[in-house]
């Protein structure tokens, strides 16, 4: 029987992103509602610094391993170090931070060892038969429920910002889970993917990160065209304007203006997203803006759970008199 | 080459929705639906590299009756043919049980690439890819935002995105699972011509029993996951809502910036 909970972390050269911590702080949650501590994985070649941090957590153990073969993350590496060890130690769930690189494998993870695949979730709770999860369907305009049927391993991902990592719990009295190494035979992994490197994305010379007041458009804007109230909004406030990713694939404006999880991550005093629908991809990118201000035809739309002042209505109509209103009150 | 790309049909991300009476899923009478964003991309994809290296596109969609029409626009764009996973048994699957049925699907035919997009505007599990791959047994890469054929149409060089404005480049070789991200090109509009044409080819239905499947390894059956209810987030929750028309709701705001968050 699936016993047990794990957490397997991500890091960048040793150094862990907060993701991760959220990720020890669900895997934490969960081990508690099962009943028992949670145990960490850390793969890569050289983490033994990372380890040490990692273990001052409430964790029953920390597997570490050693591996030349773990340095460049590769899903063929990755799973050949990760298959045999959840195979063999059959824990009831595997906890992922949501990123790009834990997507790239998990799913074939899961395909591989026959487990289940239960992706960015943000929270669960027990319910009358087991653990109900949440996570977002329909881009985020609709909070799913979902539940887990049958026996043996699941992996789980869980989205950014969904379980606070400043409620992972720290060993107290300064004590230090076991950390211990985890042997790894990466000789029959086929390589998969020959990395020849990485390279920044062109053409970043709008630096939105250090503008005060952003005006965002979505693709309710409807085309290239159709860019002048938000341009003359822009002016009125003194504003940088920034976007949501189909304006930018849809090539109404240039990749650089694009805000989110693939563009850039803002935080100006004033944020006004308008024709935005509130995407996880996107609200990571601003939900940090002291205010944020959401223009939307839709009243459901989940830019609306993030904003602090709404306007339901066509931002054709809503931007012009907005400018109008600012020009007013600017004299 | 002969490249597959496997497209999925699913609500207008701009339409209104509602929940369903069972409280399990969305309505679907009335919903306007639309091929899922990157995966037109990877049609587009598909259908540049098939022109360039002097091959064809074949289109897979699993779904309803109604998944016709988005398989009828991949045709009208230039598909040569499709096959339509139509089988109520395929229906309701979570990301394993999808991509078990679409793995079936393709290895019945010999590819030399296949494309998907990264994730689906509806459920999102962004895996049916990465399993599609892991039944074939071949490379996958997830947000595939370049593809540069090398050595003779033998391997790719792959760009994939990771966050905050870095990508990895990568050699992957060929046959592969390549998982399109948005954004990678510009997908084209449907000539009157190709749409005409489109009505004069293939849709071929593929059932589990084609496929070598029985019911209980597909569809909601087949599953780990079962989805239990839907609601919408509490919206606005926090957010002071200004009422009236637009005028009058852009005056208040103003008011609120100046006065009350201090930021004008
Ligand atoms: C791996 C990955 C990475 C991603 N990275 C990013 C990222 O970095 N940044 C990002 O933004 N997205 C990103 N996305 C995409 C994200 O999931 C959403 O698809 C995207 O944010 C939606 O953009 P949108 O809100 O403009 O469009 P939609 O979701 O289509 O919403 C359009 C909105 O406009 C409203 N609207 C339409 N017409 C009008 C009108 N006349 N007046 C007022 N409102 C109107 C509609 O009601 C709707 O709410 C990523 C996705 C993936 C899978
Ligand atoms: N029912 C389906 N029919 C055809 N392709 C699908 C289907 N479901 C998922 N896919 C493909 O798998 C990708 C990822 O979907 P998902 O794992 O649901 O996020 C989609 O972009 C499609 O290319």
Redesign the interface.
Known sequence: MANGVWVVLQHREGQLPRISFEAIAAAQKLAAQLGGKAEAVLLGAGVGLAAAEVAKFDLAAVHVTDDPGLRVYTPGAYIGALAPAIQAASPAFVVFPHTYQTVDYMARLAQGIGAGLLPEVTGFESGADGLVWARPVMGGKLQSKVRVRGEGTVLVSVQSGAFPSDSAVLLVEAGEADVKPLAVDLSGVKPDREVLGYEEVGGDTVDLTKAEIIVAVGRGIGGADKMAPVEALAKALGAEIGASRPVIDNGWLPRDRQIGSSGQTVAPKLYVAAGISGAIQHLVGMKGSAVIVAINKDPGAPIFTVADYGIVGDLHEVLPALTEAVRAAKG | MKIAVCIKQV?N??A??R?SRDGRW?DEEDLPFVIN?SDE?ALEEGLRIAEKTGGEVVVLSLGPERVKEALRKALAVGAARAVHLADPAFSGG???AT?RALAAALARDSFDLVLTGSQS????????G??I???LGW?????VMGVELEEGNASA????????????????RLPAVLEVQ??IN?PRYASLKGIMAAKKKEIAAASPADLGLDAGQIGAAG????????????????????EG???A???K??????KE?R??
């Open positions: 609500p991300t701009e209104r929705l929940v969305v964003e991309y979570d990301a394993l991509g505007d509806d459920v999102g599990y962004g895996g049916t990465s399993v791959a892991g039944h490379p996958h890469v997830w947000l060089k792959v760009t994939r995105e990771m966050e905050s404005g870095v990508n990895e480049v990568s050699r992957v948005a954004g510009h599953s780990r996951l079962e989805i239990v209810a839907v609601s919408f987030p509490e919206s606005g929750k926090g957010a002071q809502m200004l028309d637009a005028k709701a852009a005056a705001l103003v008011e609120k910036l100046q968050a930021v004008l």
